[in-house]
T-cell receptor
Framework: GGIITQTPKFLIGQEGQKLTLKCQQN?????MYWYRQDSGKGLRLIYY???????QKGDLSEGYDASREKKSSFSLTVTSAQKNEMAVFLC????????????FGPGTRLLVL | QQKVQQSPESLTVSEGAMASLNCTFS??????FRWYRQHSGKGLEVLVS????GEKEEGSFTAHLNRASLHVFLHIREPQPSDSALYLC???????????FGKGTHLHVLP
């Protein structure tokens, strides 16, 4: 088995601040994903990465940057936090992209004051 | 792009009574469907994957796929209070790397 670790668990930021979320997986999976989960809206894909140094935009990429520094890690940056923003950011990984189950981390909970 | 809807938004059942959750999708060309569960404050846990019409059982969870009617159901046999959670339907999009999630059904199991 493996595990996905997300840091930090909770993130409180200020309006306009640049905030970075980190994700590590030890499954040795090729593909990694970042999703945003808002109450009542389900999960929306922000970025995904098929392999190290690859980046693909999802449906919600505006306002975010991502970086796949190595196979095991995938980071997400909120380029300018929006006031009163509150959401959960979930990282996932899969062996490859096609057909395979995505395994999820516990999430980072963001609150912008 | 696939559109995925789940019903009901919230479901309350008594411990031991069968719980049935519904998921509808818009494009029957997909052959990759999963049900996930999310306990409050936690990540998603995969329950059952199904890739062809019919049923697939994993423990107390049974998925039933009917692509002709654009439905995939999840049946939970003898649910316990610990099964109270948000249940999410996930459908693979025509872009193989993208998965479209429904908004979820909140299941409450009363002791």
């Amino acid at each position: 088995g493996g595990i996905i670790t997300q840091t930090p668990k909770f993130l409180i930021g200020q309006e306009g601040q640049k905030l970075t979320l980190k994700c590590q997986q030890n499954f040795n999976h090729d593909t990694m994903y970042w999703y945003r989960q808002d109450s009542g809206k389900g999960l929306r894909l922000i970025y995904y990465s098929i392999t190290e140094n690859d980046l693909q935009k999802g449906d919600l990429s505006e306002g975010y940057d991502a970086s796949r520094e190595k196979k095991s890690s995938f980071s997400l940056t909120v380029t300018s936090a929006q006031k009163n923003e509150m959401a959960v950011f979930l990282c996932a990984s899969s062996i490859s992209g096609d057909q395979d189950t995505q395994y999820f981390g516990p999430g980072t909970r963001l609150l912008v004051l | 792009q696939q559109k995925v809807q789940q019903s009901p938004e919230s479901l309350t059942v008594s411990e031991g009574a069968m719980a049935s959750l519904n998921c509808t999708f818009s494009d029957r060309s997909s052959d990759n469907f999963r049900w996930y569960r999310q306990h409050s404050g936690k990540g998603l846990e995969v329950l059952v994957s199904i890739f062809s019409d019919g049923e697939k059982e994993e423990g107390s969870f049974t998925a039933h796929l009917n692509r002709a009617s654009l439905h995939v159901f999840l049946h939970i046999r003898e649910p316990q209070p610990s099964d109270s959670a948000l249940y999410l339907c996930a459908v693979r999009d025509t872009n193989a790397y993208k998965v479209i999630f429904g908004k979820g059904t909140h299941l409450h199991v009363l002791p």
